[in-house]
């Protein structure tokens, strides 16, 4: 009688063991998606070096982002242009509807989820948007960037002053949102 309780109890362990604990599921990251950049809105006034051309604090320069983010990849239709934040860290720039991906950088997130941080390879150079008091939905993620450098000709697209600019880059501080489109 008591190997046959004993063989029950090693049956029992190992069957036990055996088992997936639900504690040890790994849960999806509720990030991971496809987005479009649907606001970039300055939060402060975009200066050229020697202060003759600006652009005001609150202005809408979403175009004018998505335009020099984007450009990296070329789609069929410039709709179809997105940023799929994958697994594995991975940010990849994609053509919805045309099955058409490539790796452009990496992203990371703080333990606290209060920073999100893309690292995406813009014209050659890898270009770190870091996004600060960090909000997150089901349907977007918004933050915001306190200083990122961009070209004189991005901003040429809002003031055209700047077409004029020399500086190697502008300083900008961004309000922006990432519209999931999945």
């Keep these: 009688m008591k190997n046959k309780l004993l063989n029950l109890l090693i049956v029992c362990s190992f069957f036990l063991l055996a088992c997936e604990d639900e504690g040890s599921v790994s849960t999806k990251e509720p990030l991971l998606g496809i ?94 948007l870091k996004l600060t008091n960090l909000v997150e939905s089901s349907t977007k993620i918004a933050g915001n960037v306190a200083s990122i450098p961009v070209p004189p000709s991005l901003l040429a697209a809002v003031n055209s002053g700047f077409a004029g600019v020399t500086d190697p880059a502008v300083l900008i501080s961004i309000d922006i949102e990432l519209e999931r489109l999945n």
């Design 35 to 128: 987005y479009t950049i649907s606001k970039s809105e300055l939060t402060s006034d975009a200066t050229s070096a020697n202060g003759l051309v600006s652009i005001s604090s609150g202005t809408d320069i979403t175009s004018a982002i998505v335009t020099a983010f984007l450009s990296e990849i070329t789609c069929n239709s410039n709709a179809n242009k997105a940023i799929e934040i994958a697994e594995n860290n991975k940010i990849n720039f994609v053509c919805r509807l045309e099955d058409k991906s490539q790796d452009q950088g990496s992203w990371a997130i703080n333990d606290a989820r209060s920073e999100f941080t893309l690292t995406l390879l813009i014209q050659g150079n890898l270009v770190p």
